[in-house]
């Protein structure tokens, strides 16, 4: 039994980067494909990275370029880092090997890059 945690979502504004880990309870030396799925309302979950022993095999073409996936096997840890996020990145992110889930982290993308300004008051 392999039980898998996520970790690491959150709300970030478009444009910026979050990094997801997957901690597992046990060894991961025997599960050569780990993936991340996602998620987002009202859609199916899809596949987004995908790594096999230590190598990147698949992106979704959504992602491509903005994320990457590795594993750090000595911690039983997989990630996912995330840059440019975009609002359709938004959805709850899961961690798989075989038949074994996490329950997810969830990912938010929205707001702006706005500031939260400054008062200026002139008098006479």
């Known amino acids: 039994q392999v039980q898998l945690v996520e970790s690491g979502g959150g709300l970030v504004p478009p444009g910026g980067s979050l990094r997801l880990s997957c901690t597992a309870s046990?060894?991961?030396?025997?599960?050569?494909?780990m993936n991340w799925y996602r998620q987002a309302p009202g859609k199916e979950r899809e596949l987004v990275a995908r790594?096999?022993?230590?190598?990147?095999?698949y992106y979704a073409d959504s992602v491509r370029g903005r994320f990457t996936i590795s594993r750090d096997r000595s911690r039983n840890t997989m990630d996912l880092q995330m840059t440019a996020l975009e609002p359709d990145d938004t959805a709850v992110y899961y961690c798989?090997?075989?038949?074994?889930w996490g329950k997810g982290t969830q990912v938010t993308i929205s707001g702006t890059n706005w500031g939260q300004g400054t008062q200026v008051t002139s008098s006479s």
């Open positions: 790594i096999v022993s230590s190598t990147p095999t």
């Open positions: 046990t060894s991961l030396s025997k599960h050569y494909i």
């Open positions: 798989n090997t075989g038949a074994y």
